[in-house]
Nanobody, 122 residues
Framework: QVQLVESGGGLVQAGGSLRLSCASS????????MGWFRQPPGKEREFVAC??????TTYYADSVKGRFTISRDKSLVYLQMTSLKLEDTAVYYC?????????????????WGQGTQVTVSS
């Protein structure tokens, strides 16, 4: 089992920044990649970014490229969010997968955190 706990969400004005953290514990050796997903109000959950544990390969959704940065440090994964927009408002989830590919695909992730709310105001 892998346990994931997100933190760092909150209320921020448009144009501002936030850094989300995801602490992982348990059988993390089985994880090949970590991802961040988000679920805006009234919408489906969507891919945001992911990073490979071994070589640090990263992928981003087009909507966040150039504004968000995913990184890892030991058992922590971060999502640095800058130039935040109203449409970034969502519950953000981190997730872990043992899969070797398709890391932008929600269905391959085995473990999920409880989520942290990010609200961007005008």
């Amino acid at each position: 089992q892998v346990q994931l706990v997100e933190s760092g969400g909150g209320l921020v004005q448009a144009g501002g920044s936030l850094r989300l953290s995801c602490a992982s514990s348990g059988r993390t050796i089985s994880s090949r990649a970590m991802g961040w997903f988000r679920q805006p109000p009234g919408k489906e959950r969507e891919f945001v970014a992911c990073i490979g544990w071994i070589d640090g390969t990263t992928y981003y959704a087009d909507s966040v490229k150039g504004r968000f940065t995913i990184s890892r440090d030991k058992s922590l994964v971060y999502l640095q969010m800058t130039s935040l927009k109203l449409e970034d408002t969502a519950v953000y989830y981190c997730a872990a997968t043992a899969g070797q590919s398709d890391w932008a695909t929600e269905s391959i992730y085995n473990y999920w955190g409880q989520g942290t709310q990010v609200t961007v105001s005008s």
